[in-house]
């Protein structure tokens, strides 16, 4: 149950076509009554109110569990957000996403373990979207890598509410910006992907200024010395969600040089997630984007 549930079921309570007493026993299954609202698989404790406290469901971590346990709780997701809501799964290794797939054949949109693209899958095979195509999700550029854990969504992606560009500074950054793009589009935000825009040679970024200010929040994934999210944010007025990578050479120790670099920053309207966390990034940006859809329309 989500806000949007909540509102239809207070309407139909209104209109009568629910009774009081009866709407009161869908909220008692939660926080707004005296349930747990959690279900409780043994292994896990599903939230199964999250969506109606944040506007966001539960998300899946699946490093570090089973594939069996990541299909039982996506399962449990899937059955409380019902159609109109798609479950999101990061950091799933190639078991998990052949489980999954399994599972709900034909039903994922997922980054690949070869990272050619976000692409969703149609009677159980994958199509990718080649660079330059249109649509809410644009600008992949095929790039064959060894297999990395995959971000997987399990259902129909919602409609498109504003837009979130994602810049990545190299194409070594790509499984990170993949993984915010992904997530951000999962959760209601347009996307548009920009690759390989690093300070080494700034007139890659002059080039794209237009795009990234007509933008309503930018994601800015970067290793080495993290610097491309202080010169996008000395650009333009968007705000800017920076992601450090653990991408670089010895003394960039696994991303904290990048880390700090966009913790301190001299550019205001930076807001900085942790390592690799491009995940948070792009839930962050949605919401920054969900919310100023509406004013710029109204």
């Not at 997530?183 to 935000?189: F, K, Q, Y």
Request: proline share 6%; hydrophobic share 45%.
């Amino acid at each position: 149950m989500d806000m949007e549930d909540v509102r239809l079921l207070l309407d139909a309570v209104a209109s009568g076509m629910v009774r009081p007493d009866e709407a009161l026993g869908r909220l008692a299954a939660g926080p707004l009554g005296d349930g747990t609202g959690w279900t409780d698989l043994g292994y896990a404790r599903v939230d199964t109110h999250r969506g109606l406290r944040t506007g966001d469901p539960e998300v899946v971590y699946a490093a570090g569990k089973t594939p069996a346990q990541t299909v039982g709780i996506v399962t449990e997701l899937r059955r409380i957000s019902g159609p109109t809501r798609p479950t999101l799964v990061t950091r799933a290794d190639t078991a998990t996403v052949a489980a999954l797939r399994a599972r709900w054949p034909g039903e994922l949109t997922t980054s690949t373990e070869t990272l050619d693209g976000p692409h969703t899958e149609t009677s159980g095979e994958a199509s990718g979207e080649a660079s330059g195509e249109t649509g809410p999700m644009t600008g992949w550029a095929p790039t064959a890598r060894a297999p990395i854990p995959s971000t997987v969504v399990v259902g129909s992606l919602p409609p498109a509410r504003g837009r979130v560009v994602v810049v990545s500074a190299g194409t070594s950054d790509a499984s990170v910006a993949t993984e915010a793009a992904l997530t951000a589009r999962a959760s209601g935000a347009a996307v548009e992907t920009i690759t390989d825009v690093g300070v080494a040679g700034l007139h890659r970024v002059l080039a794209v200024r237009d795009t990234l200010a007509a933008s309503d929040c930018l994601v800015v994934v970067a290793g080495m010395e993290g610097a491309l999210a202080s010169v996008i944010g000395g650009l333009v007025g968007t705000p800017v969600v920076a992601v450090p990578t653990s991408v670089g050479y010895g003394a960039s120790f696994g991303g904290l040089a990048a880390l700090l670099g966009m913790l301190t920053s001299c550019v205001p309207g930076i807001a900085v997630c942790n390592i690799d966390n491009g995940f948070g990034a792009g839930l962050f940006a949605a919401r920054i984007t969900r919310r100023a859809a509406p004013a710029r329309n109204g």
